[in-house]
């Protein structure tokens, strides 16, 4: 089918055909899915000898893996505090421990397999209010406990050094963090599998799945038995699993790259380099691209279906961050779902001992993806304690079913939204 539009795809690298899944094939671990939790997981185990077949419903990194901001942000969608509250010190420091591995893993496989993805180092969280720095402060200190030495905190007098805005009074930069070029990264993983003899099938859809003890995955053409299965279908599952569907919402996300701006506008706007997201609930990203554009993202729809008109919708944003922009053309729009969980905390787990899954990253898949991907591998490899780590926690279905999942959710959005425009 190839990709939607959007600038990763005009800027993707040339990728082989790879074939639709036809006739009865055997392998030791099936995964369905071919977004960076399916990518991990496939790479990790024909790391270690096993006989892995990917199934993609439409090309690799189709989904979220191929059109999000393309930034590698450590953590999880809850912050330390949060996850101690609910899930106790034993496991909130066992979280808190892993939580930097993502990105200590894509960049390993970017250096192994030479993957070209316009990796820069860098993130940095941006603070509006005293509030929101105090919350990057112990942010800072949780993170420097757990090992996490490259943070450094910036005042106003060290924000020009970032960014050219003034919407800002501080933030918090991590050297472990950074950005890439998403589908890229992608692609060059998947070349990485199929390298050590991993086999990757696109327009595959899984429309069925024996859970049995010697499982198997049905598409429209063909089928796959194997000693192990993984979903890792995230919001694009579908109804293959309904039982996994009910525990997540798909949420769309909107991003649009500028036309080409030049270097030394650029250099002005972001002069270190670093991708910078801010701390509203509800918040904007960006980040300048290899071909010096300004990638910005933000805003959320809980439904999972595109708005009217991407470009009105985020223009506003980019003119109030850098309003000497406001007449520069938009050259790309577009928008992509992400899997939340109603604890946005990830949730993995099996549906029998022989099916795994991962899924809700709740907006940090890019990092988290390639953690749990491991994980499961771990798991599979008989090496669990981490993988119980996660799947110990509780993850509840959505209140109101799929009719009513979507107005709660949004009502609160809103509630959130209008506590950080009062400040509270």
């Not at 977004?35 to 990194?61: P, W």
């Not at 579908?238 to 996300?253: A, F, N």
Request: net charge neutral; glycine share 10%.
């Amino acid at each position: 089918m190839g990709y939607p539009h959007s600038y990763y795809a005009a800027t993707a690298h040339a990728a082989p055909p790879r074939p639709t899944l036809q006739g009865e094939l055997t392998c030791d671990v099936c995964i369905i899915g071919a977004g960076y939790s399916g990518l991990s997981t496939a790479l990790h185990l024909t790391e270690n000898g096993y006989k892995v077949i990917v199934l993609e419903a439409e090309s690799v990194g189709f989904g979220a893996s191929g059109r999000n901001g393309g930034q590698i942000i450590n953590g999880y969608s809850r912050d330390y505090d949060t996850i101690l509250s609910c899930y106790g010190t034993d496991t909130a420091n066992a979280l808190l421990n892993m939580s930097f591995e993502g990105g200590d893993i894509i960049r390993a496989r970017i250096e192994k397999y030479k993957i070209a993805c316009d990796h820069r180092v860098g993130s940095f969280f941006a603070a509006f209010n005293k509030k929101q720095m105090d919350e990057l402060e112990r942010r800072k200190e949780v993170w420097e406990k757990s090992g996490n030495k490259s943070l450094e905190m910036y005042g106003a007098e060290k924000m020009p050094q970032v960014v050219d805005t003034t919407l800002y009074i501080g933030g918090l930069l991590d050297r472990r963090g950074g950005h890439i070029h998403p589908l890229n990264l992608a692609l060059g993983e998947a070349v990485a599998i199929e390298s050590l003899g991993g086999k990757i099938f696109e327009n595959s859809r899984a429309v069925r799945i024996e859970k049995v003890s010697k499982p198997k995955v049905y598409t429209d053409k063909g089928s796959v038995t194997a000693n192990y299965i993984v979903v890792c279908g995230n919001a694009y599952l579908g109804d293959t699993v309904p039982e996994l569907t009910e525990r997540i919402m798909s949420v769309s996300s909107q991003i649009v790259t500028t036309e080409v701006l030049g270097k030394e506008l650029t250099k002005k706007m972001l002069p270190s380099g670093f991708c910078v997201e801010d701390c509203n609930f509800l918040l904007d990203y960006y980040r300048i691209t290899a071909d010096h554009r300004l990638l910005f993202g933000g805003g959320v729809v809980y439904s999972g279906t595109d708005p009217a008109d991407i470009i009105n919708r985020l223009q506003p944003h980019i003119a109030k961050t850098f309003p000497y922009l406001k007449d520069k053309k938009i050259d790309f729009a577009w928008s992509g779902n992400f899997a939340l969980t109603l604890t946005r905390m990830p949730h993995i787990g099996r549906l029998s001992d022989t099916v795994y899954f991962i899924q809700g990253d709740s907006g940090h898949g890019v990092t988290t993806c390639h953690l749990l991907g491991k994980i499961i591998a771990e798991a599979i490899n008989n090496q669990t304690t981490r993988f119980d780590i996660f799947s110990g926690m509780i993850n509840f279905p959505f209140p109101g079913g799929r009719m009513f999942r979507v107005p709660l959710t949004a009502l609160g959005a809103w509630y959130y939204a209008v506590r950080e425009k009062l400040s509270i």
